[in-house]
């Protein structure tokens, strides 16, 4: 959706220069069009097969975003009662919300029974206690299932695997029909899936696929058990090409690659895509303030920095760099890096790009899912906007943060 014409960077038919221009960078700026495509995409292949599409929130939470998915009918995977709000906020359906994550509190238990979600996908027994408790004092049954750790190396990242033996996340898959089992106890639980996530930024689904099939032996022996298991949820983890290297399975490919095992299964099939909806969708524009030549290096100072995305400081993240405008010119190498008075502060380093010139605009590809999300107020920095393009019209969705934002809440 992001392509050149007449040598100038469209985010479908708008121009982005025109939206640097009228905005103020930086800038975040989403395509509806790649959201609502790649949300299409995971439809589509899953068609035929009883489906629910929970996107998962903290890859990006921007209202507009969840709206324009709510609207398509999707459904949301939670991390926390400020995500479902958010969801709430935005019109999605809570029948379709799942909640995810170690540490729920009983705040956000409550207030996600009450809302009426459709399921808790639970890491440990004392949270099913927990649960089993509120739901109790509300006089509802609470559907859950458990997230396993099905013990398979998502081979990325090691901050963004999470299906290991020795990671924080989910309960031993070899340990789960026992817990299965110690949760009848529970009167106002019901069992009624097997999650897992494995991981983030997975280019080869091969490990993905082996963990479905755990999962689904163990549905099977669950419901040998008497557990009415009727969901499967293989959460997300889809990787995306940050790069012309990253060889990332299409959307289709990969669903079709998991397809023989769901079909007949008797079984809804949920799934938890974050960053394969959102990743590509997204830019940040940013304006060249000054370049810098030390003795060891050249740096691009832009007026972007850490605290806007934080990817390429906390994971070493590639995002490509396009100008706004294209134009022959001086190839260099050098570091982009922001205003943040820390050495972590850089978008890219020892980067081939044309020379820019001081007031150009560039954009940070890729950067639609844990862009904005991670955003923070660090140096004081308000965090930018964030603008939506629907074909050839576009719309601010979240102003600029103001001085006045930035000490909100605060007393001398
Ligand atoms: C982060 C997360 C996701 C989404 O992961 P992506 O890599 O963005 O697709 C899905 N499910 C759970 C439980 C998560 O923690």
New binding site residues.
């Given amino acids: 959706m992001f392509h050149y014409e007449n040598e100038q960077l469209l985010c479908e038919q708008t121009g982005l220069d025109e939206i640097a221009r009228a905005t103020g960078t930086p800038c975040y700026v989403y395509s509806s069009a790649a959201i609502l495509g790649a949300y299409r995409a995971y439809h589509t292949a899953l068609s035929g097969i009883p489906h629910v599409i929970c996107y998962?929130v903290?890859?990006n939470s921007t209202l507009a975003v969840l709206a324009l998915l709510a609207k398509e009918g999707c459904g949301f995977?939670i991390?926390s009662g400020g995500e479902l709000y958010r969801v709430l906020k935005a019109g999605g359906d809570p029948a379709r919300v799942v909640f995810?994550?170690v540490g729920k509190t009983s705040e956000e238990i409550e207030f996600a029974l009450r809302s009426g979600i459709c399921n808790f996908?639970c890491e440990s027994e004392g949270e099913l206690a927990e649960i089993d408790a509120v739901a109790g004092r509300l006089g509802v049954t609470a559907r859950f299932s458990l997230?396993v750790n099905p013990d398979v190396d998502a081979v990325t990242h090691p901050y963004?695997s999470?299906g290991l033996r020795d990671h924080k996340f989910g309960i031993d898959i070899a340990d789960a029909p026992a817990v299965y089992g110690r949760a009848r106890a529970f009167t106002n639980l019901r069992a009624s899936g097997v999650s897992c996530?494995i991981g983030?930024?997975i280019l080869d689904y091969a490990p993905i696929l082996e963990a479905a099939g755990k999962v689904l032996d163990l549905i099977e022996r669950l419901r040998a058990e008497g557990h009415g298991i009727d969901h499967v949820d293989l959460?997300?983890?889809?990787g995306i090409a940050y790069q012309e290297a990253d060889n990332a399975p299409g959307i289709g490919e990969f669903i079709a690659a998991l397809r023989g095992r769901l079909e007949g299964a008797g079984l809804t099939v949920m799934v938890?895509?974050?960053?394969?909806i959102v990743g590509n969708a997204g830019v940040l524009l940013t304006k060249v303030l000054y370049r810098k030549q030390s003795p060891a290096k050249e740096f691009v100072i832009v007026d972007a920095a850490m605290n806007d995305l934080i990817r390429p400081a906390l994971y070493k993240a590639h995002h490509e760099i396009l100008p706004l405008r294209r134009e022959a010119g001086l190839e260099i190498v050098a570091d982009v890096v922001g205003p943040v008075c820390e050495t972590g502060d850089f978008l890219a380093r020892d980067r081939s790009l044309t020379a820019p010139r001081q007031g150009d605009f560039l954009a940070i590809a890729s950067a639609g899912?844990y862009g904005f999300v991670q955003a923070s107020n660090y140096n004081s920095r308000p965090r930018p906007a964030e603008v939506l393009v629907e074909g050839g019209e576009w719309r601010v969705v979240r102003k600029r943060e103001t001085p006045e934002d930035l000490i909100n809440g605060e007393t001398l």
Avoid: F, Y
Wanted: glycine content about 20%; cysteine-free.
């Fill in positions: 998962a903290k890859a995977d991390v995810s994550g996908n997230r963004i999470t996530h983030s930024q959460g997300g983890g889809l938890e895509p974050g960053r394969s899912a």
